[in-house]
Nanobody
Framework: HVQLVESGGGLVQAGGSLRLSCAASGLTFSYYAMGWFRQAPGKERQFVATIRWDGGGATLADSVKGRFTISRDNAKNTVYLQMNSLKPDDTAVYYC????????????????WGQGTQVTVSS
């Protein structure tokens, strides 16, 4: 039974920082690329970041480049999203996802999803 559990969301002022974590269980974590996506009210789910099984190959959406960083710790079966210089437009539910094999920016290509964590950035 695969589980992805996100944590670290919350309310922060514009310009602040948050670090999201996603703990995975029930899968061989090092076989999977990991991704972060977000969905704001009334909008489609949007790609944020992805990282290869070995911690390389990080790709970020243009909207978050220079502000967000994705990383992973295979010993802890955990992927992280460090979010700095947050803006109100970053407000969304953030989801982590696991994809067997290579990284992808396309949500349908991911095999497993977490339940999401809310990030709210006030102006």
């Amino acid at each position: 039974h695969v589980q992805l559990v996100e944590s670290g969301g919350g309310l922060v002022q514009a310009g602040g920082s948050l670090r999201l974590s996603c703990a995975a269980s029930g899968l061989t974590f090092s076989y999977y690329a990991m991704g972060w996506f977000r969905q704001a009210p009334g909008k489609e789910r949007q790609f944020v970041a992805t990282i290869r099984w070995d911690g390389g190959g990080a790709t970020l959406a243009d909207s978050v480049k220079g502000r967000f960083t994705i990383s992973r710790d295979n010993a802890k079966n955990t992927v992280y999203l460090q979010m700095n210089s947050l803006k109100p437009d970053d407000t969304a539910v953030y989801y982590c996802a696991a994809r067997y094999g290579a990284t992808s920016i396309l949500s349908p290509e991911y095999n497993f999803w977490g339940q999401g964590t809310q990030v709210t950035v006030s102006s």
